[in-house]
């Protein structure tokens, strides 16, 4: 399978009339940066302050909310993108010398991917998925399997959060 890491890497964004380049971009405030900051201000990802991230059989008394949880694997993804990005530049050098790509471009990409890997999601993590998926299989939810197409009910009976 061969990568179109032109077309992965874009910067052009909804609304946009033309394309941007990784050359032409401010260094002080990068576009894939600018991502991230949309995630951060964005009431869907404020919302995660409210819903608590279960750790199973915990030692610990702390609770984890769903944001702490986004922000410290946001950190944890931009070290391991800053890495991958290293690789790829060298494996593939005319993403930097043509467009101007940078190892930290990448850090950037997968700290708002992972900024972002919760919202939506329901509380209670997997447990959440779980309950949701038994309501539809043998709970009250059973009834609305007629106003569904058959995937549309499975996908509910095997809901999964971040499909």
Known sequence: ???KWEQLLSLKRYGDTHKRLRKEQDETRLGFEVDYDR???SSAFR????????VPLSKTDFVHTRLTHSLEVSVVGRSLGRIVGTKLL???PHLKEVHGFQFN??????????????IGNPPFGH?????IGEYFK???GTQFQSQL????????????GNA
Request: glycine share 6%.
């Open 1 to 3: 399978l061969l990568m």
């Open 149 to 160: 197409t058959p995937k549309e009910y499975q996908d509910l009976c095997d809901f999964e």
């Open 90 to 92: 060298e494996k593939y």
């Open 138 to 140: 043998i709970g009250k």
């Open 127 to 131: 447990s959440g998925e779980k309950a």
């Open 105 to 118: 471009d990448f850090g950037a990409i997968v700290a708002a991917a992972a900024l972002a890997h919760d």
């Open 47 to 54: 919302s995660l302050q409210d819903k608590t991230q279960v």
């Open 39 to 41: 995630v951060i201000f």
